[in-house]
Structure formats: C-alpha cells, structure tokens
C-alpha cells in the first residue's frame, strides 16, 4: 500500500467521523467536516497529478 493510498483513507475516516450527525459532534457544527474535506479533496488532486 501506498502513503497516498493510506492517507485517503485515513482522510475518509476523519470525514465520517466529524459529520454532525454523530452525537458527540453536533456541537461542532460544519467546521471540521468541512476543513477535513478540503484536505480530501487536495489530497486527490494530488494524486491525480502525479505529486504525491
């Protein structure tokens, strides 16, 4: 397995679990769900280019 590979992974995971859905972040609002799926999608656009 590759380090982009595990990286998406482990990003996915933080995306699910800071969804405010789950009753131990509804507090938090958007903020970090939204913060973990910009680090997402950056991550997969580097993976498509090549630079990771």
Known sequence: ????LILLIVLV???VGAFPAWPHSRGWGYGPTGIVGVLLVVLVV???????
């Open 13 to 15: 995971l933080l995306l």
């Open 1 to 4: 397995m590759s380090l982009s």
């Open 46 to 52: 580097m993976m498509l280019t090549g630079t990771l």
